[in-house]
Every structure is written in structure tokens, then in C-alpha cells.
């Protein structure tokens, strides 16, 4: 048991197609070390999956934080994504189930929401994009 | 409140200085709040322990509780309170272990005399109270711990998944179903398929009084993850009530297959798996 | 770039997942796999995946193109070994994997191409399209 002990914001760069393994990789440490149940982690490991693709396909590359997070009765998974690409002009449409411009299965975003308890996106065309997801254990 | 680092020098020397009475007394202030129910010896390994903790945190520098120089300090305050909280004893009988050594403090601040010592003893009490409070913060999550454990025990015992034919499980669902029960007996059952190897799960909802469209999702959700994972499930014992619900919620059961009981269910597997068989070997039928 | 191993079992080829795969690694396989099916002339894939903790959109997209590949040359693909927890987050993010056969593993998952090659052949024989309804 590791109560009380608090891993510290671990970052990644996100530039290449194996720093996509590595953030999931280390999603996946945070998320044990916060004792999600198997199928919570599974499912922020999906979503970090996803939304580090988008950064690197769509934001031309970025970096991720990962953190833990506490509530005062839960801990959670919190991660950052944070890319300086073109943002994302049309969000309703973003968030269609199918719709991609980048020749994906247009589930990155949509389903990425499904798959987090709290999901919040800065995006603009001057400053790029930033998503930060959170997922609770219960 | 963390301490600054000569303040905290002075309190490890302190109790370093004296630390076979330090202990002792300390001893025998929690042995007199436990009332005997921890042995002399336990306790007073426990107060070393602390002791140590607190000497060898407050050598290296500052003592500041959440800092990383802290860790030993922090987990032994963990290791005493978990401890404490699965023998049973309460929130301020824990406390107490951490807190009585303001008192055995204040004794030995008071003999060393000198112009600090009612400076010094208010930065020390200081910290005693958030060692108590840390002390008490990993109480509760212990005791949290233990009762979702608990939970989680109490709802499997409640929904067994259970083998009915040669690569058939079943989980007759008994009683209300609320989101969490749903969740959890539906990755029994996900799970089940996969130990027992079996193609084919029943699930009989007969016992289930009544379904809201959350369950009725999980329901279906587990449908299409069973398929995914290359089985079929079969929904039996629908009530005249719930299958209205059904309808009347909107939700589209579309190819699952629904039975009335959980023996037509098995029939129609039996008959699938019969099917499969003959058509294997088309021969033997000619 | 690591590259995912492909074995040949008799009439069916094997790929067992053990990797945390990147894109890369992904896309080659489907291309290893295709060149695979080509030269060896085998009529089933089996692709295992017990190993792999997650499965997101890429990868589901590689199985789906797999799939329809193989099925192009005349080979059928069974995707074995779904994790329940992949499969639960499969559903949450949508992705039906349509047009891709699965099994719990992979002795079922050799059933199941056997049993599709019997269809074939009995479809042949009685070149009627309603047999299986007609047979009791």
C-alpha cells in the first residue's frame, strides 16, 4: 500500500510513434499506482492512446503530463495533453462519432470522452490545442 | 507546520538525547489510553520505530511532513495507523499514540529551561498535531479500504456466474440491480467466459424486479463486449413489467436473443451447439 | 522497429500479439500478413491478442483491414483472445470491429475457420444458397 504517497507530474514529449507507447506506458503506471480497477485502466489507457495519436498526428507533436490527482475521497489519473498545432476549428463536429479529417476512424475524440470522467479542451487556431482528461478510481 | 532546520536539530537532539526515557514514557502514556489491549512489547517497538523516525528526519534537515525527506517519517505514521485501524482500534485512540508525545515534549522542554523553550515548544506541538492529523487522515483511508473490501466481498458473494452445461455459464441475477452491481457482475461473467473457455452465457433476470435504462445499458454493453470477445449471450426470464419498461424506455435489444426462462434459454444454446455439431459432420445426417 | 512474429500452423497462419505495438509496428504487420497469406496459400488467420492490454481505434482499424484483406485472397480471419476489459472499452468507445469474427481462443478460433471452410464446401456441393436453413 502506498497511501499518501504521491508520484509527481511525469511529462513525455510526444513526437514520435513510440513516444505514443511510452505515454501509454506510463498512463498505465500512474493508473495502478492510483489502484484504478482493471477495466478504468484500461479504458484511460485507451483514451490517452487516442488523444496522443491526435496530438501527434493533428498538433504536428506535443508533450503530456501525467499527474495524480486527489479529491479528498477518491484519487484519480489526471493527463495533459498540449500540442501548438492549427487547433481544431469546428468542435461539434470533432466530436461527431465518424467524423475525421485525418483518415482515422473519427473515434479519437468522441470516444476518448466516453472513456474519462472529466474531459476539457482548449483549442485555438493561435495558441493550439490543450486537453486535459480525468479519470477517478471508484 | 513544518519545522525550520535548527528548531528541528534541537528536537532530535532533544529526543535523542533522552531516548530511553523518551520511550518509556511515551510507553507507558499510550499503554494507559489502550488499556491493555496491545502488549507492552509491541508498543513499545512501535514507539522506537517513531522515535527513530522522527530523530533521524529531523537530523537530516527541516522537518517538513509532505517534503521528500519525510518518506520514512510518513510511513511509519501509515504502517501505525493501518495497523491500528484493522485491530479496531478507534480514530482517537490512534490518535492518541501520535499526540501523547506532546506531553513527554513538554516535560523535557521544560527541564532544559533556557529563553526558547515556550517558542520551541509551540513549533513542536505544532508538528505533533500534524503528525496526528497525518495519523489520522491514513486511519480513515485504511478504514475505507476495508469497507469497500468489505462491499466487493458481499457483491460476489451475491452474484455467482455458474457453469450449466459444457460451455454454458449462467448468472441468474437476484434481487435489485443498481449501475455498480450491474457493472461488476457483468465483468464476472466477461470474466468466466474466459477461465471456463465457454462460447455461450446465460443471463437470467427473473429475480430482477425491476431494470432503469443504466442496467438495461450495462446489460446490452455486455452483450456486444461478449460478442466482441467471440460469445453469445442469451437474456432470459424478461417479466411482462420489465419488457414494457424495455419498450417504453426506447431500448433497442435488436438481435439479441431474449427467452421467457432460463430452461428455454438453455434449450436454444443446446440446440445451437447441436446444430454446429451436425453441420460439422453433414454426413451423418444423410 | 520491432516487428510482430507470423507462424504457420498446417492451413492457418498464426500471429500472436505480444507487444505494446506502435503504428509502425501495426501497419507492417498488416502488410507482413497480406504477403504471408500470398505465398503460403493458407486459408485461415488466426490473430491472438490475449497479450494485449488495450486495444484502441488504430489497432481496431488494423484488425478490421486485416480482415477484409485476407478475405480478398480467399482467407479467413478470427480475432482470438479479447481481454473482457479491452472488450468493455471497445463498446464505450465504439468501435464495433464489424466484419471481423472472433473467438475466447484459439483452439475455438481454429473451430471456427474449419467450420467456415465446411460451409464453403457444402455451398459448392449443393450450390444453393438456403442450405443451411434447410438442414435440420
Redesign the interface.
Known amino acids: 500500500m502506498t497511501a499518501g504517497v504521491d508520484l509527481g507530474p511525469q511529462a513525455q514529449a510526444i513526437r514520435s510513434d513510440e513516444d505514443v507507447v511510452r505515454v501509454r506506458q506510463l498512463v498505465r503506471a500512474v493508473a495502478v499506482a492510483v489502484k484504478l480497477s482493471l477495466v478504468d485502466q484500461t479504458k484511460v489507457v485507451t483514451a490517452a492512446s487516442e488523444l496522443a495519436r491526435n496530438t501527434l498526428v493533428y498538433g504536428g507533436g506535443g508533450s503530456v503530463e501525467v499527474t495524480t490527482v486527489d479529491n479528498g475521497r477518491r484519487r484519480g489519473v489526471q493527463i495533459v495533453f498540449v500540442d501548438s498545432g492549427p487547433g481544431i476549428p469546428d468542435l461539434d463536429l470533432a466530436f461527431t462519432d465518424g467524423y475525421t479529417t485525418g483518415g482515422g476512424l473519427g473515434l479519437g475524440l468522441s470516444g476518448a470522452r466516453r472513456l474519462v470522467d472529466d474531459f476539457h479542451i482548449d483549442t485555438s487556431a493561435e495558441t493550439g490545442t490543450r486537453i486535459t482528461v480525468t479519470k477517478w478510481s471508484r | 507546520m513544518a519545522l525550520s532546520a535548527e528548531e528541528s536539530g534541537r528536537l532530535a537532539a532533544l529526543l535523542s538525547g533522552n531516548a530511553e526515557r523518551v520511550t518509556q514514557r511515551w510507553t507507558e502514556i499510550i499503554a494507559g489510553s489502550l488499556r491493555g489491549r496491545l502488549s507492552q512489547a509491541e508498543l513499545r517497538r512501535q514507539v522506537q520505530d517513531l522515535h527513530h523516525a522522527i530523530v533521524s528526519t529531523g537530523e537530516q534537515g527541516a522537518i517538513d511532513l509532505p517534503a521528500e525527506n519525510a518518506t520514512e517519517l510518513r510511513a511509519t505514521l501509515s504502517e501505525l495507523s493501518r495497523g491500528r485501524a484493522r485491530q479496531g482500534f478507534s480514530a482517537t485512540e490512534t490518535a492518541i499514540s501520535i499526540f501523547a508525545l506532546k506531553d513527554v515534549v513538554a516535560e523535557l522542554v521544560e527541564e532544559a529551561g533556557g529563553d526558547n523553550k515556550l517558542r520551541d515548544y509551540v513549533a513542536y506541538s505544532g508538528l505533533i498535531d500534524e503528525l496526528g492529523l497525518f495519523t489520522f487522515e491514513s486511519f480513515v483511508r485504511t478504514r475505507e479500504s476495508l469497507i469497500a473490501d468489505q462491499a466487493e466481498q458481499l457483491l460476489e458473494l451475491s452474484t455467482p456466474v455458474v457453469k450449466l452445461w459444457e460451455g454454458v455459464v449462467a448468472v441468474p441475477l437476484v434481487g435489485t440491480l443498481d449501475s455498480a452491481r450491474a457493472q461488476v457482475v457483468m465483468e464476472r461473467l466477461l470474466q468466466t467466459l474466459v477461465d471456463t473457455g465457454s462460447p455461450y452465457a446465460i443471463i437470467d433476470i427473473t429475480g430482477v424486479p425491476a431494470v432503469d435504462t443504466q442496467v438495461a445499458q450495462h446489460i446490452l454493453k455486455t452483450v456486444v463486449a461478449a460478442r466482441l470477445m467471440g460469445a453469445d449471450c442469451i437474456i432470459s426470464g424478461i417479466r411482462p413489467q420489465i419488457a414494457q419498461t424495455i419498450v417504453a424506455l426506447g431500448i433497442e435489444f435488436g438481435d439479441i436473443a431474449t427467452k421467457a426462462s432460463l430452461a428455454d434459454a438453455l434449450r436454444h444454446v443446446l440446440r445451437l451447439t447441436g446444430v454446429e455439431t451436425a453441420r460439422r459432420q453433414p454426413r451423418r445426417d444423410a | 522497429m520491432e516487428r510482430v512474429p507470423i507462424l504457420k500452423i498446417g492451413d492457418i497462419l498464426l500471429v500472436s500479439i505480444q507487444l505494446?505495438?506502435?503504428?509502425?509496428t501495426a501497419v507492417q504487420l498488416q502488410e507482413d500478413l497480406a504477403e504471408r497469406i500470398v505465398a503460403t496459400g493458407c486459408h485461415g488467420v488466426i490473430i491472438d491478442i490475449t497479450a494485449l492490454?488495450?486495444?484502441?481505434?488504430?489497432v481496431?482499424?488494423m484488425l478490421s483491414t486485416i480482415a477484409s484483406i485476407s478475405k480478398v485472397l480467399d482467407a479467413e480471419t478470427?480475432?482470438?483472445g479479447?481481454?473482457?476489459?479491452?472488450?468493455?472499452?471497445?463498446?464505450?468507445?465504439?468501435?464495433?470491429?464489424n466484419g471481423i469474427?472472433?473467438?475466447?481462443?484459439v483452439?475455438?478460433?481454429m473451430e471456427?475457420i474449419?467450420?467456415a471452410r465446411?460451409?464453403e464446401h457444402?455451398y459448392q456441393l449443393d450450390d444453393d444458397p438456403d442450405a443451411?436453413t434447410a438442414?435440420?
Open positions: 505494446d505495438m506502435s503504428d509502425q492490454d488495450i486495444v484502441d481505434s488504430f481496431g482499424r478470427v480475432v482470438v479479447m481481454r473482457p476489459a479491452v472488450a468493455i472499452t471497445l463498446v464505450e468507445l465504439g468501435l464495433s470491429l469474427r472472433t473467438a475466447l481462443n483452439e475455438r478460433g471456427l474449419a467450420a465446411a460451409d457444402e443451411e438442414t435440420p
